[in-house]
């Protein structure tokens, strides 16, 4: 027991006054003599033993009440375990797409929510934040409009994220109580291996998960083959549980355009297949229906019509190879010799091929240089007599590469790095056993380029990254049969593919996406993305023939977002929510290491709201004081 006014505690040495007054007594007794006395004697014995037990009474009444009242004016209490301390709380509020789980007739988030306004006294400081807000030193009735209305992120925190974050919240005072209660469904797909990075913080866990929840998730959608005249969507559905099937819709804007059913087999996988005109423009929408999450219920895709690629090559040397690869569909392929050539036509490519030039000639050195700079694609393919000199100066400043010296000897292209980005999606397995191509004479070089394709020796015969391509050798017939072989196609093929950054059917929310626009803007001319009456402006690159559009922090809403120059429609760009949070598998709190672990908020907050009471006791010693006065009176009353 602890005393608010301990000073107080003094005032007991007033007790020895009634004790002094009790013991000696000042009156002073005459005798008066009696001719009988024998009767008053005994009378007067029994008299005097009545009166001093009532006078020990009254001492034993006196000197509790006066004890009484003086611890009851010294305030004693007993106080919690951090009643003494200052408390900081810090909550975290996990509003991840995983909560948008039902639980009877809300969600995870917004039981979770009330909880919260309910059991948080309303004049607690304290500080909130979510997966992508931060409420600093609030009270309850400042944010609670913000907590009602707060939405579902797709940013969901690790465990050492939200320990980091914590920490900065709390203030560096070593003699406060520090509370981080951390509210969430704790996903497995979380992290939430403990850290020893909070000291001596408390950790309280409040977590909630609901009970045989059936969710069915849409994967992925993507085309798997395509014809001149139609091409297949697939998509591909998840389920947490066993379901025999479930109904898959497909629009096209408000339009219902398909429908099937989605079987699962005993990996609860399942897929479904469209057929779609291959020229039509679709903004579509794959939907089902389930009583689990609602994020995962549609996938947004776009099918817009293809942007045309523009390619170049220049040189004397044989190009009919180029004109059957970069079809009519998809590039706009031409070429050059050197004395025809127009420069001013370099800057408005996408690829540029130096078709086995002899020498390059330095005013088409510094255009091409140019054009690499503004973001566009290089392949160099060296003539057999190729001026080693002329050639260096400008790879130098392309690639940091050099050519070292001819080699007259024939040698077999059998290395293929499958892993580099030139090659990626193109191989189902590392083929081995195909048909050699090979060389007649080649180049060394020295070069920090990695090597795509080499020969039997480990020699480089194609090096290049980041849209510059070096051949080593000529792929004329008089040199190579490479021309012949079935690596000269996807090998060309993707080089013009990866000159512009196409949009894929859908983009995924949080992520790094980078998307080449075929327009050259000018200086006050921006584009802009929206969506109904929301709309913001991408980070975006001008370069000589397209606008690179950078997108990491927007949008935040999955949908179909239009993008416009000067209020036109050029293209259309789709974005989903990750689907990492789909699968519905939850940590055992009993694993994880924490100062206590509740199924509610209002149950962790009765008791830390314990833990900081003060425990009063005046009130009581003031009662019984009372209680001793009444005693008194009845001694003095009844007492003879």
């Not at 297949?232 to 898959?248: A, G, M, Q, R, Y």
């Not at 849209?467 to 072989?485: D, R, V």
Request: glycine share 4%; with cysteine; net charge neutral.
């Amino acid at each position: 027991m602890l005393f608010k006014h301990p000073e107080l505690l003094w005032a007991l040495f007033l007790l020895l006054i009634p004790i002094f007054i009790h013991l000696f007594q000042l009156r002073r007794f005459k005798k008066t003599p009696f001719t009988n006395v024998k009767i008053l004697k005994k009378v007067v014995a029994e008299s005097r033993k009545s009166k001093s037990i009532k006078k020990w009474l009254l001492l034993v009444t006196r000197l509790l009440l006066l004890t009484a009242l003086i611890l009851a004016f010294a305030q004693p209490f007993f106080p919690g375990k951090s009643a003494l301390k200052n408390n900081e709380i810090v909550i975290y509020l996990d509003n991840s797409l995983s909560m948008q789980a039902k639980m009877g007739t809300a969600t995870l988030l917004e039981n979770m929510v009330q909880g919260i306004l309910k059991a948080v006294p309303e004049d607690n400081i304290f500080t909130l934040f979510t997966n992508d807000k931060i409420f600093r030193e609030v009270r309850i009735g400042d944010i609670k409009n913000d907590l009602l209305a707060l939405p579902h992120s797709n940013n969901q925190l690790q465990l050492k994220d939200i320990d980091l974050k914590a920490k900065s919240l709390f203030s560096g005072d070593e003699g406060t109580r520090k509370d981080l209660v951390m509210i969430s469904d704790f996903q497995k797909s979380i992290n939430w291996t403990p850290t020893d990075s909070l000291g001596d913080i408390n950790t309280h866990l409040v977590g909630s998960v609901p009970a045989k929840l059936v969710n069915i998730s849409i994967d992925t959608a993507f085309i798997s083959t395509i014809s001149s005249e139609n091409l297949e969507l697939k998509s591909i559905l998840s389920t947490n549980t066993t379901v025999d099937n479930s109904p898959v819709s497909l629009y096209n804007g408000d339009k219902l355009i398909a429908k099937t059913s989605v079987t699962f087999n005993n990996d609860k996988k399942g897929e479904v297949v469209f057929t779609l005109p291959a020229d039509e423009l679709i903004n579509g929408e794959i939907l089902i229906s389930d009583s689990g999450l609602n994020y995962d219920n549609q996938l947004y895709f776009n099918l817009d019509k293809q942007n045309t690629i523009k390619v170049i090559s220049v040189g004397d040397a044989n190009s009919d190879y180029l004109g059957r690869i970069f079809d009519e569909d998809t590039f706009q392929y031409s070429n050059f010799s050197l004395k025809s050539l127009n420069y001013s036509l370099l800057e408005l490519q996408n690829l540029i091929i130096l078709n086995e030039l002899n020498s390059i000639p330095i005013p088409l050195q510094n255009a091409l240089l140019a054009f690499k700079n503004s973001g566009g694609t290089v392949v160099v393919v060296p003539s057999i007599q190729a001026d080693r000199e002329n050639y260096n100066s400008f790879l130098m400043a392309l690639s940091n590469t050099i050519l070292i010296s001819s080699v007259g000897e024939e040698r077999k292209i059998s290395q293929i790095a499958f892993s580099h980005p030139l090659y990626r999606n193109v191989f189902e397995k590392e083929v081995t056993n195909f048909q050699y191509p090979s060389v007649n004479s080649f180049h060394n070089i020295k070069s920090d380029m990695p090597k795509i394709l080499s020969y039997q020796n480990g020699d480089p015969f194609l090096v290049g990254e980041n849209g510059t391509y070096l051949f080593t050798a000529s792929i004329s017939k008089e040199n190579s049969n490479f021309l012949n072989s079935p690596l000269i196609v996807p090998t060309l093929y993707k080089m013009g593919m990866g000159s512009l950054k196409i949009p894929k059917i859908y983009e995924t929310i949080g992520g790094k996406t980078t998307v080449d626009i075929p327009v050259k803007l000018t200086k006050d001319r921006i584009l802009k993305v929206s969506k109904e009456d929301f709309e913001f402006v991408p980070f975006q690159q001008s370069l000589t023939n397209r606008t690179t559009l950078n997108f990491s922090d927007y949008p935040k809403g999955s949908g179909i977002y239009n993008i416009t120059d000067e209020g036109k429609i050029i293209r259309h760009i789709s974005f989903n929510f990750p689907r990492e949070e789909s699968q519905l598998d939850y940590l055992d709190l009993d694993k994880l290491n924490a100062s206590s672990k509740n199924d509610d908020v209002a149950t962790l907050f009765q008791n830390i709201e314990k833990d900081n009471s003060i425990n009063e006791l005046w009130k009581w010693f003031a009662i019984l004081a009372l209680a001793f006065i009444c005693i008194e009176v009845l001694i003095q009353k009844f007492l003879k």
